[in-house]
C-alpha cells in the first residue's frame, strides 16, 4: 500500500470515528436492557435538574430566616475557606445575597457508603435555579427557565 492510500484509510477511519463519537453524545447514550430475549432501549431517568434518578442520595432544605449562602455551607461542614471560595464561584453568576427566605435548595450525595457531597441546586424561582458542582473543583451554572 502507498503512503497516500495509508494517509486515506487512516483519515477515513478517523472520520467514522468522530461521526460515531459525534452521534453517541448527540443522541445520549442509554442503557439497554433483555426483555424477552430481545434488546429493549430504556431510557435514563432524569429529575428535574438533569440529575439521573437514584443515582444520588439527596436532601432538599429550604433557606431559613436570616440564613446566608455562607451559613448553609457551614451546616454541610464546608469550612470557612472552602465556603469563601464556593461564594466567589457563585457570585460570578448569581448575587448570593439574592437568596431567599423560603426558597427550596437540594443537596446531592454519591449514593454508596461514603456519601460525598457532589452537587448543590438551589432554587432561585420556581423556573430559575442554580447548580454547584462540587466534583473536583468547583463548577457553577446558572439554569434560566
Known sequence: MTNSRKTIRNIV?????LLLA???IYFGIRQFSKIDGETA?????LDEFGFRV??????????????TLSGVLSL??????????IVQAISEHFDPRRIRTGNEY????????????SH???????IDYLVINLKDSILVSLEIG
Open 22 to 24: 459525534g452521534s453517541l
Open 54 to 67: 437514584g443515582y444520588y442520595h439527596i436532601e432538599s432544605n429550604n433557606i431559613k430566616a436570616n440564613q
Open 76 to 85: 454541610l461542614n464546608f469550612s470557612g475557606d472552602s465556603a469563601h471560595k
Open 13 to 17: 477511519i478517523a472520520v467514522v470515528a
Open 120 to 126: 448543590i441546586v438551589y432554587e432561585i424561582s420556581l
Open 106 to 117: 437540594h443537596v446531592y450525595f454519591s449514593n454508596d457508603s461514603i456519601r460525598s457531597l
Open 41 to 45: 432501549e430504556v431510557p435514563i431517568e
